[in-house]
């Protein structure tokens, strides 16, 4: 009944302010990353967490691009329009969210509606890379479905434009180490990075790094899954990212190169002079 009666209320709420749509406000205090209220795990390792910016929406599985943003007048609320895409080619979606500001630096979504909690107010918020030199920054992606393997992403060459490397990890040794290029405009507000491919295709998409500690490549791995899946049937010895295979490390003939869509901020560690 208290469920029943609380699903009512919320809807009663979004009827209400679906009709107060104005100008968009200058404070974008959703560009975060939230969790469910009821979660138990941390947020580095939950599977409801969501992470907002500006263009983007990046899920546990799945990456989102907003097509439209549109604040509430009078209310700190934003419904966003999605365009999503799920892991290694699954067909893409179209979803709208709304998302609410509550006080105690909580926050809401419809649909389904659901209490958040934003990661950055709580003791397991990532680490930040604001005190530490761009070209020191380590940023890390893990898969629960592979434990004891990681990959680090590292930007070079400062923070305009230059060399970038990622590396994968199993048990501590390196496999395989890619080397692309990234580039930003307007000083460091449209940003790109480049990865060649073994078709003789490069993959070239933005990034944008969120509250100092995520990294975001929208689709990254999806655009390489889908155009690398027939690279051996082309006669490549592998498909994925170009990369330097390393301590005897063979992919499998069905096994891509593939990276990630996110990675966070890990640690500051100066590159050796």
Known sequence: MGDAVGNVRAGALVIAVLGL??????????????????????????DSIATYSDKTVELWEDGCTISKKTPISGLDAV????????????????????????PNDKAAEFPPFQMLKRCSSLKDAPPKATQCDFNSQIFQATDDQKPGTYQEL???????????????????????????????????????????????????LPYEIVDSSVLVIPSLRQDVYQSERGAVMQGKNYGGLVADLLGGFAPKEDELILPY???????CRPQPQ
């Not at 892991?87 to 509550?102: V, Y």
């Open 79 to 102: 419904i966003l329009d999605l365009h999503c895409q799920g892991p290694e080619g699954d067909p893409p979606w179209k979803i709208r969210k709304m998302l609410f500001k509550l």
């Open 261 to 267: 869509n996110v990675y966070r901020y890990s640690e």
């Open 154 to 204: 590292q930007f070079l060459e400062g923070i305009e434009n230059g060399a970038v490397t990622l590396t994968e990890f199993a048990e501590g040794k390196p496999r395989w180490v890619s080397r692309g290029e990234h580039t930003c405009s307007n000083g460091a507000s449209i940003c790109r990075v480049s990865f060649s491919l073994m078709s003789g295709r490069h993959v070239i």
């Open 21 to 46: 749509i104005g100008p968009a406000s200058s404070a974008e205090w959703w560009h975060d990353s939230f969790i469910w209220e009821d979660s138990v795990q941390a947020c580095g390792d939950n």
